[in-house]
């Protein structure tokens, strides 16, 4: 299992950052996925979910009406589409399934929203 994140870096308050996440080694149309971020001396919390086919979709209260989960299956990628970021946003963004019982994990991408 393989899971690659890109599109991180510098935003101003206000911006918008398109997050990608590559997945390979599994059947990736099977299964839920999710974004994870994890800031500075923080705990690690959920920030939004996809079922296998897209059709249902959760966010964290702290980011629902900015930012926007999605797929496309047929490349295998999971998006988080990011808007009006604000400084508390900053993080790190991981990618993450569950297969049988376990967490896998991508290496994370940094997001800064500062002026």
């Known amino acids: 299992v393989q899971l690659v994140e890109s599109g991180g870096g510098l935003v101003q308050p206000g911006g918008s950052l398109r997050l990608s996440c590559a997945a390979s080694?599994?059947?990736?149309?099977?299964?839920?996925m999710r974004w994870y971020r994890q800031a500075l001396g923080k705990e690690r919390e959920l920030v939004a979910a996809?079922?296998?086919?897209?059709?249902?979709?959760n966010y964290a209260r702290s980011v629902k009406g900015r930012f926007t989960i999605s797929r496309d299956n047929a490349k295998n990628t999971v998006y988080l589409q990011m808007s009006s970021l604000k400084p508390e946003d900053t993080a790190v963004y991981y990618c993450?399934?569950?297969?049988?019982?376990?967490?896998?994990w991508g290496q994370g991408t940094q997001v800064t929203v500062s002026s």
């Open positions: 996809i079922s296998s086919y897209g059709s249902s979709t």
């Open positions: 080694g599994f059947t990736f149309s099977w299964y839920d």
């Open positions: 993450n399934v569950r297969l049988f019982g376990d967490d896998y």
